[in-house]
Each structure stands twice: as structure tokens, then as C-alpha cells.
């Protein structure tokens, strides 16, 4: 490995001699550490020496494949310590501004993780997910922006990336933040070396202890710096000496006006040429607001014509070809360097400029042997300011490309004394390459009107709202826990069917179960438990294969969102995956909540998002959302949700994506808040619900005690690992068979609305799911049981006795029941009790 700047007779000279010498700064450590590190001296008054990487691509130009192929190793590394599942749930987060680029790298090697990168540039519209100082660092603080606001929620390894690893206080400053606001068990720290002291890593130990979680460390070499007592001093009068003879982009040492490191006189301004990558279209430029293994996979698939294109602009006798990335744009500059490493007879070599102030000087022991000074040229939020390139002059670059994003492509880049003039003075060919900054869509598109509505609020979740954790469930909705929604059922019911209430005005008061309909509960809960994980497993697999390899699971509150809640479980157990999932709204007659969408929509590829719902009856909701999704796009939202459902059980064929379609007992079909999360059904109320609003829900903290929605979850859950081969082979069935939608239910619910005189198909609910609804909601009229139903209508059986309501047993029906509300009701048309009677 080369360690020296140039490729010459100084090569055999480490790179860190010069400050070792003066400043008396001593590494010791494993026999690879002067192979990755030289040193150099900083302007920063908390720490003198620098440790500068010759395989990092910040400082030193070296060869891509090596910069990347380091980064690549450690990240299977880390695969390798926690195993392909625990790997496949882990999220990856690297440091601005050096370590940006390998963290990708590391990601790349983990294969399926996500990736993010801190950074120190704001972005107008972006929630901030967090946000750490780096206590050594010329500029401290961190900030996180993740356009998938639940990217670091959830129980996966954090793993967390930066170039080196000296007292571990930023890594402290880290996970201390970042475990407060997401918890989770395990963490992974990762660096090219790791220079602390005993009493540093002990530190960190103590640290893990008293936050409950692990902490593991990889790096590719180990070792301590030796420093003086009076090592600040030193270095700050060396500084000031040196610097002293340093002038523009000179080096502190050498010639004046020759090419630093060389006899020769720098050659005539260069030419620039601008070059259009043709970048793929909403593909991030990096990591600052998440890169996933899809957006890897797009990258990797455009990076050869990408390359081609800049190889045109390179002449074809240059034999030294530099590409230079921008500050914490890195991971793309490098992944084109590589590629074009692959493409022409050059030599290419690829480093980045940079904020930080380091000494330059012009000697083989010395690791910055020059610099180039440009004025900061992205409107940075702390202001103008110097910036670097170090160690492109003089380096004998025939060619440099220059590879920034859109926000940095602005007039001071070209300025006379801008970046692309001070490389025209050291090179003969200038290429720009400007990579479109990616920016996350704002929740609202402009108004017609040019205002833009308020802002929607991130997701509600538990335990502030709802009994699930935190990660299980975001609710897209607003809280009207202070609300009094509730009415008696009969009063419901009569201003429903006489048109002057809709039945998401108001909420059915709770249904306390007796102790008897709970022990039923429990009892069909251990009897159907490995039937519905089977169909869980099912229905998820099938969405994995056929809509998305990481979906967004997004469940029709409230009887959708157990459903979603175990899918997610399932995809966490079966496959590793930490899979995003919220609830939203939507209400028969007035469709979905639309500003759901649209913060999805902002948040999420609308192509990832799948609609879960517990089961279909005739297929109202099916419809109602199909209808609604095409108004969304008519009306301007943002294109891309496929309305077709995914259900755990789909007993009406009323969609193509399911767990089963038998008609079966599904016990949170039994309960209602108890069983969801505490959480109501949803409300839409004009005087609640503004325009620019979620709807609504209640959380009822107030049956805490009868609450069962973690019993039922993992009830559920822990059959996940019995029926595991079964899933496999109803899968591939599934997935080879032909589940086009017949519509049957839809036809049997047309067919008994007019046999029994109801004209009402909204008044026909089938199947044991939405006949449980009836019996706990509205004011039953009868149940049609199909003739020999066993168990599965054990409780209907109890709840239709304890209202009153009779059972008729019917031969040809294809549901297991059907329950009909009354079809005319008013008060009168029920006794005293409350009770239905027959009309």
C-alpha cells in the first residue's frame, strides 16, 4: 500500500514522520496502523494532531476500489457478528463529514441494511429525527433527517460508523441521545481504527452497563497515540510558523509557484467541462435523508452509464485521473470513481474536499503536502468560510472531476477564485459532474390558492396514545381522548338509519365483556392461535414477494391494525426486517383520510405502501378505498397507492392478497379497544376534523385493565417458528394459483338483502368478523348461522343471546354467519332493556 501523497521514490517514508518528530506524537499499536494513518497538525484548539486516513478518500487521493473495498470489509464484519437476521434488522449510521462516505460502504457490506448519515446541513421542511455533538470535531453539531421518520424506531442493531475511534465521546453523545428517543438492545460501533485508551474503553463498557444494552466494536486496526503533556502548545506554535509561509493554495513549504511535491510549473489554467450524469430521477444523492437497499440497487444499475459519460469527457491519453467529491457528498463521487477505475487506462484516485483546517507541508514524512483554499460555495447555515482540497496540487493530475450536488452548484463554484479555477491552475482538464440534491417531498403541494396548509404532525404512538410500543404502530390520526363521543347504541343506530348522522360522528359506548365472554375470548384465542399465525405468515410472505421487498404496512384502523402489527412481527421474525407501520383512517361514504395520505405520501414511495386489513365481508371497504385512492390522484395528491387490500382472511374472494379464505374465528374480532390497543374506532366530525386535520380516535387509558392486545399479539406470535414450513408451501401455492376475485360474498349479500326484505346491502354484514361488529355496535336484527358451524360461533352464539337477537341456522349460505341489523328501526322497535325484536 502506498502511504506517501505521491507515487515515487518517497514512498517508503510514513507519512506521519514529520509530526512525530516535532511534536513528539507517537502511535503505537498493531503493525497496520502507519499502514492506514499518517499524521498531520490542525488548526483547532482541542486537538493539535490529526489523524489522517490514506484509505478513507477525505484527504489522500488513493484508489477507489481500495477506499471502498475497506468500508465493504468492515461492513461484512459485521454481518459476520451478528448473523444474516440480526444483520438483515439493522440499521446503519455514519458520521458527517468524513465518515459519510464509509458508512455507505459498510452498508454495502451488511447487503440489506438502510443507511443514514448525519449532517450539518439544515433542510427547510425535514422534521429533525435527532441531533449529537462531536466534541473534537472543527464543527460540533450533528443533525439526523431521515425522510422515514420511523428509520431509527424499532429493536434492530444500530450500528454506527466513523473513521476513527479516539476517546469515544461522540460515540457516548450519540447512542445516549439517540437511546432516550429510539431504545433498542444492541449497538455496533465501527471505524478504520480505533485509538482509545484503556481508560476510554472501559468507559464505554461502564456506559453499556448503565443503559442496559450491548455494545460491540469493529475496526480494521487498533492502537493508541502517545501525546505530550504540552502537545497544544507545540502544536500550536508549529501552526503558526509554517503557516506563516503559506500563501493562497501554496503549500506551507516549497517552491513558490510550483506544483507542491515537484520541480515543475504549474501548467496553464485548465478547461472545464460540464458534464450531465443523467442521475435517475428521485434517486438520493446519498445518505443524509436515508438510502435503502432499493435506492443501492438503482445506483448500481445506472453507474455504468453515469461512468461512460464522464470517461467521454476525459482525454484519452490523461494516465492520472482524480475525482473529487464534495464534503459529505462522498459515497456517490466514489462509487463513479470506481466504476470509472473499471472503464479507462487511467490511473484514477478519488478524495473529497473538506471544512476542516489542516497545516500543509511539503514534505515526504509529512501527510497534507498541499492545499488548495476556495471559498465555501453551498451557502452553508454557519456562513461563508474557507474550504480544502489537500494534496490535488502537485499530484500530477492530468484530469480532476469535480463532483458536487445542485445546492453546491452555484455562482462562488465558479467564482475566479471558486473551487473549479483553483483546480483549472493545477490540472489541465476540469470535468463537473453535479449530482441533483435530494430533497424530500413536502408534506403539501402548494395550494391553489399559493397558501400551503399547516404542517401534519408526526405520528401518534404508544404509550402516549395506545397500549402497542412505541415501534408496532404509528397512528395517523389526532387524539379526541377529551372528547365525548359516545352515545347509547339505539340513539346511534336510529340517527343513522334516518340519514341525519353518519356512523363515524359519534362512538358506540365500549362493550365491558362479562367474565364468561372472556373466558371464550381466551378459549378461541388458544384454539385459532396457530391458524391465524399461519395466515399471518401467508398473507405477509405474499406481500414480500409480489408488492415489495420492504414494504410500508399501512392498517385500516382499528380491526387492520393487530393484523399489521403481527405482519410486522412475522416480517421481523421470518426475514429480519423492520418494517414501517402506521394506521389510518377510512369511512364507508366519505373514503380515507386524505392528509394520511399525503404524509405518507412525503414520507414514503407510495409504490411501498400496502393497505392491511383484518378480513373482507362483502367487500365494502375494498371498494370504498379503490374509489378513494383514485379521487386522491384526480385531485392532485401524489400517484402511486395500489388500493388493493391485503386481509388476514378474505372469506368474501373479494381481494388478491391473503392469508386464507376461510371464514373463521379471529378473536380481536371479539373485543373491541381491549383487543386493539385501547384505541376507539375512528372519528370524522366536521366540528373535530378540520380540513387539514387526521381524524380522529380515542385512547381509553382507562381500561388498562381489560386490556388484552399484547396477550393476543403474542399469543400469536409465539406459534410464528410451528408453522413456519407450512407458510413456505401455502405460499408458493398461492402464489402459482389463480386468486382472481370472485365477488361471491358481494353476490350473497345482494341476494339475502332482498330474501329477507331489508333493501340494504350496507344493513348485510357477513362473515364471523364483521357479525361480531354487529352484536357489539349496532342493534342486531338476526344472525344466519350456516347450518353444522361448530366452535367459530361460540361467542356469537353468547352474544346473540345475551341481546337477544335470534340465531337462524341456513344450509346454503358461504360465509360461516351473517348478522343483519335491524332494517327499521327506532327507539319503539326495542324494549326497555334495549333489547332487539322481531318486526
Not at 508549529?238 to 506544483?259: K, N
Not at 408453522?723 to 398461492?734: I, M, N, P, Q, Y
Amino acid at each position: 500500500m502506498n502511504n506517501a501523497v505521491n507515487n515515487g521514490p518517497d514512498d517508503a517514508i510514513w507519512s506521519g514522520t514529520w509530526v512525530a518528530e516535532r511534536l513528539g506524537v507517537e502511535l503505537v499499536g498493531d503493525d497496520t496502523l502507519t499502514d492506514l494513518l499518517g499524521l498531520a497538525l490542525r488548526r483547532n484548539p482541542k486537538r493539535a494532531h490529526l489523524l489522517v486516513s490514506h484509505v478513507l478518500g477525505k484527504h489522500i487521493p488513493q484508489s477507489p476500489s481500495v477506499v471502498h473495498g475497506h468500508g465493504f470489509a468492515l461492513g461484512r464484519r459485521v454481518r459476520e457478528l451478528l448473523g444474516d437476521r440480526e444483520a438483515a434488522r439493522a440499521v446503519v449510521l455514519g458520521y458527517a463529514e468524513t465518515a459519510t462516505g464509509l458508512g455507505h460502504c459498510v452498508a454495502d457490506g451488511l447487503g440489506s441494511a438502510p443507511y443514514l448519515h448525519s449532517t450539518r446541513r439544515p433542510v427547510t421542511g425535514v422534521v429533525t429525527a435527532g441531533g449529537f455533538e462531536e466534541s473534537h470535531s472543527h464543527a460540533t453539531s450533528h443533525l439526523l433527517l431521515p425522510e422515514d421518520p420511523t428509520l431509527l424506531v424499532g429493536d434492530g442493531p444500530l450500528v454506527l460508523v466513523d473513521d476513527e475511534f479516539s476517546t469515544g465521546n461522540t460515540v457516548l453523545n450519540t447512542i445516549r441521545a439517540l437511546h432516550e428517543r429510539y431504545p433498542r438492545r444492541r449497538y455496533v460501533v465501527v471505524a478504520l481504527v480505533d485509538m482509545r485508551s484503556a481508560d476510554d474503553a472501559g468507559r464505554l463498557a461502564a456506559f453499556a452497563r448503565e443503559i442496559g444494552a450491548r455494545v460491540d466494536l469493529i475496526a480494521t486496526a487498533s492502537g493508541t497515540a502517545r501525546l505530550p503533556e504540552d502537545v497544544l502548545a507545540k502544536g500550536r506554535e508549529l501552526v503558526a510558523r509554517y503557516e506563516g509561509d503559506a500563501g493562497g493554495d501554496r503549500p506551507s513549504a516549497g517552491e513558490p509557484g510550483a506544483d507542491a511535491g515537484s520541480g515543475r510549473a504549474r501548467p496553464a489554467p485548465g478547461h472545464v467541462t460540464r458534464v450531465d450524469l443523467l442521475w435517475p430521477r428521485g434517486l438520493p444523492d446519498g445518505g443524509r435523508h436515508g438510502f435503502t437497499p432499493r435506492h443501492r440497487s438503482r445506483l448500481e444499475t445506472a453507474l455504468p452509464a453515469m461512468a461512460a459519460r464522464l470517461a467521454e469527457a476525459i482525454p484519452k491519453d490523461a494516465s492520472r485521473v482524480l475525482v473529487l467529491g464534495f464534503e459529505e457528498l462522498m459515497y456517490a463521487p466514489l462509487r463513479l470513481a470506481r466504476q470509472l477505475e473499471e472503464s479507462v487506462p487511467a490511473e484514477v484516485r478519488y478524495s473529497t474536499t473538506t471544512r476542516s483546517p489542516v497545516l500543509a507541508v511539503d514534505d515526504p514524512g509529512y501527510a497534507i503536502r498541499s492545499r488548495i483554499v476556495f471559498p465555501a460555495h453551498d451557502d452553508p447555515a454557519d456562513g461563508p468560510g474557507e474550504r480544502y482540497a489537500y494534496n490535488v496540487a502537485g499530484n500530477g493530475f492530468d484530469a480532476v472531476v469535480a463532483v458536487v450536488d445542485s445546492v453546491a452548484d452555484t455562482p462562488e463554484l465558479h467564482a475566479p477564485d471558486g473551487l473549479l479555477a483553483r483546480l483549472a491552475a493545477h490540472t489541465p482538464h476540469v470535468v463537473l459532474a453535479v449530482v441533483p440534491s435530494y430533497v424530500p417531498e413536502p408534506l403539501y403541494a402548494a395550494a391553489p390558492s399559493e397558501e400551503r396548509p399547516a404542517m401534519l404532525p408526526e405520528p401518534l404512538r404508544g404509550p402516549a396514545f395506545s397500549s402497542y410500543a412505541p415501534e408496532e404502530v404509528g397512528w395517523l390520526l389526532q387524539d379526541l381522548s377529551d372528547v365525548t363521543l359516545e352515545a347509547p347504541t339505539e340513539e346511534r343506530e336510529e340517527a343513522i338509519q334516518a340519514g341525519g348522522a353518519h356512523y363515524a360522528e359519534s362512538l358506540p359506548v365500549e362493550y365491558q365483556p362479562s367474565e364468561q365472554y372472556q373466558q371464550l375470548f381466551h378459549a378461541a384465542l388458544e384454539t385459532s392461535a396457530a391458524r391465524i399465525a399461519q395466515a399471518v405468515g401467508v398473507v405477509t410472505d405474499t406481500v414480500i414477494a409480489e408488492r415489495s421487498p420492504r414494504p410500508v404496512l399501512v392498517s385500516l384502523a382499528r380491526a387492520g391494525t393487530p393484523v399489521g402489527v403481527l405482519m410486522r412481527r412475522w416480517a421481523q421474525f421470518r426475514h429480519g426486517l423492520d418494517l414501517p407501520h402506521y394506521a389510518v383512517s377510512i369511512v364507508r361514504g366519505r373514503g380515507i383520510d386524505a392528509n394520511a395520505l399525503r404524509w405518507l405520501a412525503a414520507h414514503h414511495d407510495p409504490r411501498d405502501v400496502v393497505f392491511v386489513d383484518g378480513w373482507t365481508g362483502k367487500g365494502a371497504i375494498t371498494r370504498e378505498l379503490a374509489a378513494a385512492v383514485e379521487e386522491f390522484e384526480a385531485g392532485g395528491g401524489a400517484a402511486g397507492f395500489d388500493p388493493e387490500i391485503a386481509v388476514l382472511a378474505d372469506p368474501g374472494s373479494c381481494v388478491r392478497t391473503y392469508g386464507t379464505r376461510d371464514d373463521f374465528l379471529i378473536p380481536s374480532a371479539c373485543l373491541n379497544s381491549t383487543v386493539s390497543g385501547l384505541v376507539s374506532r375512528t372519528v370524522l366530525r366536521a366540528d373535530l376534523v378540520g380540513p387539514d386535520d387526521f381524524h380522529g380516535a380515542k385512547f381509553y387509558r382507562e381500561l388498562a385493565g381489560a386490556d388484552v392486545s399484547a396477550d393476543f399479539l403474542d399469543a400469536v406470535a409465539a406459534r410464528f417458528p410451528e408453522v413456519a414450513d407450512a407458510v413456505d408451501g401455502a405460499v408458493k401455492e398461492l402464489l402459482a394459483g389463480d386468486r382472481t376475485p370472485s365477488w361471491e360474498g358481494w353476490a350473497a349479500v345482494e341476494r339475502i338483502s332482498e330474501e329477507y326484505g331489508i333493501h340494504d346491502v350496507n344493513l348485510v354484514k357477513p362473515g364471523v368478523g364483521e357479525t361480531t361488529r354487529v352484536l357489539l355496535r349496532r342493534v342486531p336484527w338476526k344472525i344466519l348461522a350456516r347450518a353444522g358451524a361448530g366452535p367459530d360461533l361460540d361467542h356469537v352464539r353468547l352474544l346473540a343471546e345475551q341481546r337477544g337477537v335470534p340465531v337462524e341456522e341456513v344450509g346454503d349460505l358461504p360465509y360461516t354467519c351473517v348478522g343483519l341489523i335491524h332494517p327499521r328501526f327506532t327507539r319503539g322497535a326495542t324494549g326497555a332493556d334495549g333489547r332487539a325484536v322481531t318486526v
